[in-house]
């Protein structure tokens, strides 16, 4: 369920399109964050895998991360689409 409507998501697509455009160097931090976030992610699932299979270890590192990254990672896009560096 989205709380976003379609014409608001249109706009963000026009805007994330200028604003890259614009600023380069913003749009390659959001895309470092994205693929930062991406890999904690996947560090996450391998943990909780390992718990799974019975491995008596705990998570909560790789949730923090997640976290932090996930908080960076919405920081730079704001970033990029405010224009601001």
Do not use: F
């Amino acid at each position: 369920m989205s709380v976003v409507s379609e014409e608001q998501k249109i706009d963000t697509v026009h805007r994330l399109g200028v604003m890259s455009e614009l600023h380069p160097e913003l749009k390659r931090c959001v895309a470092d964050a994205q693929l930062e976030l991406a890999a904690v992610i996947l560090a996450l699932d391998a943990v909780d895998k390992r718990i799974q299979a019975g491995e008596k270890i705990h998570s909560l590192h790789e949730q923090a991360a997640v976290e932090q990254v996930k908080n960076a990672h919405a920081q730079v896009l704001a970033d990029l689409l405010r224009g601001e560096q």
